[in-house]
């Protein structure tokens, strides 16, 4: 009997299904929901040590949809972190390891370009009990102009400096969450892991432009009559957050076989997670698919997922993670690989019968041998 059960960094996760950081994870009653409703495990909305810089506005997203205009694949948004003070944050933290202990807790990090600023949220944040970090250094918009988010996690050197600052202090496992915004998402994971994080979390929302609404010229999410870039996400993002975890899955192959990946973009079911877990991954994350489907669905995608593994026999996670990563190669590759097999179907056709007027007394044998597929 096929078990979603998973161990990662000595934490254990009841199923792999873990909430992404954003809304679903904005305070401690949504986040016991998850739990309640059977989440393996949450990341908490974004904060930092003083939420006072955090403004946010609205509206703050946009949709896309399909041409029925009722399937939602993609999702912008201009939201900020958390908004709220960290002091309370702290007290939730706790709380919640008291009311749900089983419940794997993430608190995701972010701070400014300052060592001694990211030493204390961690060490603040260890001392109320969350399981995990996850360090946010992807946020694609927002308080660019302090180094913070993406403007960090886009230079490798940078976020070496800034996983060894959180290395030095921290006691639990740290993922650290990579920006997709970027050529070549495998050189700041590298560093991260060179810095000594346990895994990386990936992918962040890509940065994007919405629409333009046609009547009134203005481009969407609009404040006011203005907007601002902002991050794409929902399953249209998916085949771009496979792409990036494969590519850091084969990066991490060798040096790296310790550590983890937390994959996300557009998972919404038990057959998107499955594919993420092929290409590497130990967890899989879903926010936006919890704003649209509500906190519920992480019972139809267990279902799901369960289904997959018992039809191919596997009996847990790890007995699949990674299957799908030596059918990659390069295009050259594929070239010789084709010729090859042209080759040999057509070595195969050579004598074969294809007409009964080509059938020989003499070599009745030798020709039903060549008709044979399985010898």
């Given amino acids: 009997m096929p078990t979603l059960e998973t161990t990662v960094h000595g934490l254990r996760f009841k199923n792999p299904f873990v ?21 393996g495990g949450a990341v908490a909305k974004t904060v930092s040590l003083d939420a006072s810089k955090v403004i946010n506005v609205a509206p703050r997203y946009a949709r896309m949809r399909s041409g029925d205009a009722k ?19 702290l007290e939730e933290f706790d709380s919640l390891k ?27 944040c260890q001392a109320v009990g969350v399981d995990a970090l996850e360090l946010n250094l992807s946020c694609p918009h927002g308080l660019p102009e302090r180094k913070m988010g993406a403007a960090m996690g886009e230079n490798p050197d940078i976020v070496s400096e800034v996983t060894g600052w959180v290395m030095e202090v921290a006691s639990v496992p740290v993922w650290a969450k990579m920006t997709p915004n970027i050529t070549h998402i495998a050189d700041p994971g590298r560093s991260a892991l060179e810095a000594g994080a346990h895994g990386l979390a990936a992918i962040n929302t890509i940065l994007s432009v919405m629409s333009v609404d046609l009547k009134t010229l203005r481009p969407q999410p609009t ?16 085949p771009i957050a496979l792409r990036m975890v494969m590519q850091l899955a084969q990066m991490m192959k060798e040096p790296f076989a310790d550590r983890s990946i937390s994959g996300i973009g557009g998972i919404e079911s038990g057959e998107d997670a499955a594919q993420f877990i092929l290409l590497g991954s130990h967890l899989v994350q879903v926010c936006t698919g919890v704003m649209i489907h509500g906190y519920g669905m992480v019972e139809k ?5 369960l289904a997959f593994m018992e039809s191919h026999g596997f009996e847990t996670i790890d007995d699949f993670r990674g299957a799908s990563l030596p059918y990659f190669s390069t ?42 597929s399985n010898d």
């Fill in 98 to 124: 008291q009311s749900h202990p089983e419940g794997i807790l993430i608190a995701s990090i972010m701070e400014e370009y300052r060592k001694d600023c990211w030493h204390e949220i961690v060490e603040r």
């Fill in 19 to 39: 909430i992404g950081s954003g809304p679903p994870g904005t305070n401690a009653n949504v986040i016991r929901k998850a739990f309640d409703e059977g989440w």
């Fill in 301 to 305: 995608m267990s279902e799901s997922l």
């Fill in 331 to 372: 295009h050259a590759d594929l070239v010789a690989r084709q010729a090859k097999a042209k080759a040999a179907a057509k070595a195969r056709r050579e004598g074969m019968v294809e007409k009964d007027a080509q059938w020989s007394g003499d070599e009745f044998v030798a020709q039903s041998d060549r008709l044979v």
């Fill in 223 to 238: 404040v006011e009559g203005y907007s601002v870039p902002g991050g794409y996400s929902c399953k249209a993002v998916r």
């Fill in 71 to 89: 399937e939602v694949y993609g999702w912008e948004n201009i939201e900020l972190i958390s908004d709220r003070a960290f002091d309370v944050w």
